[in-house]
């Protein structure tokens, strides 16, 4: 299948709509501090999982490929 490798499990922290600024600097801030916390990227890493901390914006970015790969490959479920 075309574009199979873009397919991967992620997860991401979610807030409601119209989160005040500061609450999402906060929560950026202390999700970044993880990517330097060897214990939290060894336990990652022994899952099996590829450590990655993104950006409110590179979250935007990456969570709008994702839908357009899931939904690009739709047609070959159906």
Same mark, same amino acid.
């Given at each position: 299948?075309?574009?199979?490798?873009?397919? %991967?499990? +992620?997860?991401?922290? *979610?807030?409601?709509?119209?989160?005040? #600024?500061?609450?999402?600097?906060? +929560?950026?801030? !202390?999700?970044?501090?993880?990517? !330097?916390? &060897?214990? +939290?990227?060894?336990?990652?890493?022994?899952?099996? #999982?590829?450590? %990655?901390?993104?950006?409110? &914006?590179?979250?935007?970015?990456?969570? #709008?490929? &994702?839908?357009? !790969? *899931?939904?690009?490959?739709?047609? *070959?479920?159906?």
């Amino acid at each position: 299948m075309k574009n199979l490798e873009l397919i %991967s499990g +992620w997860n991401a922290l *979610y807030g409601p709509p119209n989160l005040p #600024a500061n609450i999402v600097q906060q +929560w950026s801030s !202390t999700l970044n501090s993880l990517k !330097t916390n &060897q214990k +939290w990227l060894e336990s990652v890493k022994m899952r099996g #999982a590829i450590p %990655s901390v993104m950006s409110p &914006q590179e979250s935007r970015v990456f969570i #709008a490929e &994702q839908f357009k !790969t *899931y939904r690009d490959l739709l047609p *070959y479920f159906q």
